[in-house]
């Protein structure tokens, strides 16, 4: 069968149109270009509601290096390692998150420790700052830094590079049997050699500003809505919190457990940065025993990110249950 004359000028006449369809046809078909890849994460940052409160968890990095001997006092490496390995985690190798926390309560915002501090280099910490940034969170924003105590990862976030304070109209909270330890001369005097670069570090970060410096007592309000609880052992006035918010409740364990795969697991585990082992132990006994009970909502400083979860016992131990992640607050 021939096409009609008709057939033929209605064909030619639909010509135009289809070429130049055939540009955006050809872009919209072609598959997009890979880019190169950045070697960087995207900003670590995650927000949850409790109650009314907002809580966003600003990620300061993760240090990785091989296993030490001892890092675990009371296991041996086999131990270690087969938990590692029943964590699918990689045998011979650690790696230690930090997780400072940013509450916004009613506009008033407190920031939960302050991670490593500046960093020279190619460093996988000291990335608070530019979290909080991400977060259109200015260091002149945060109202209050609460400590839950001295050791390094906690404290070294208040200087800036140039030794100057990082959240400067931040009013700085501490515990009160913490500070007592640590500023005592007469503790720095006794304390081991390895020990004594600790307590200058705290002299360190803490000299000229006592009069920003207060300090806090355990079982009361420290900010409203937060609650400082006793969970010494990991240092003599180690402290978590509880924040709460209507029905809603937070426990902020600080470093109850390091690694939870390893001491959460195995509670009677003692981790080398415990100063009092067996105190620290007990601690963690207590505090997971009344989270599990009350099915209270945890994170914790060293969780894996967004660290936060629930925790249930499971034999001997316990069983780390991670937060359904919830995109809308």
Do not use: C
């Not at 309560?105 to 940034?133: E, F, R, Y």
């Amino acid at each position: 069968m021939h096409a009609s004359r008709r057939q033929l000028l209605i064909g030619a006449a639909s010509l135009p149109v289809l070429s130049a369809a055939l540009p955006l046809l050809s872009m919209t078909a072609a598959p997009a270009r890979a880019q190169t890849a950045s070697g960087q994460q995207v900003p670590s940052l995650y927000r949850y509601k409790v109650g009314d409160i907002e809580v966003t968890v600003a990620n300061d990095g993760v240090r990785t290096f091989p296993l030490p001997d001892g890092f675990v006092k009371n296991a041996s490496r086999e131990e270690v390692n087969a938990a590692l390995q029943a964590g699918f985690l990689p045998k011979d190798t650690l790696s230690i998150q930090f997780n400072p926390l940013l509450i916004n309560n009613g506009g008033k915002l407190t920031l939960i420790d302050t991670g490593n501090g500046p960093q020279s280099g190619n460093s996988t910490v000291g990335k608070l700052g530019a979290n909080l940034n991400w977060a259109g969170v200015k260091p002149a924003d945060v109202d209050t830094v609460v400590i839950t105590h001295f050791h390094a990862d906690h404290i070294n976030g208040l200087r800036t590079a140039d030794g100057g304070l990082a959240f400067p109209n931040a009013e700085i909270l501490v515990p009160a049997a913490e500070w007592a330890f640590w500023m005592d001369e007469g503790q720095m005097s006794r304390a081991p050699e390895g020990m004594k670069g600790a307590f200058q570090n705290v002299r360190r970060v803490f000299k000229d500003i006592d009069s920003r410096v207060k300090r806090y007592e355990w079982d009361k309000e420290v900010v409203p809505g937060l609650t400082a609880v006793n969970a010494v052992g990991h240092t003599p006035g180690h402290t978590a919190l509880v924040l709460a918010s209507g029905n809603d409740k937070l426990f902020i364990q600080a470093d109850t457990t390091n690694i939870p795969i390893l001491f959460a697991a195995n509670p009677e585990w003692q981790v080398q940065f415990d100063m009092d082992p067996a105190k620290a132990t007990e601690t963690r006994k207590r505090i997971y025993d009344m989270v599990a009970a009350e099915r209270l909502q945890l994170t914790g400083y060293h969780y894996p990110f967004p660290a936060t979860g629930f925790i249930e016992k499971d034999g001997t131990g316990y069983r780390v249950v991670p937060a359904q992640w919830n995109p809308v607050l």
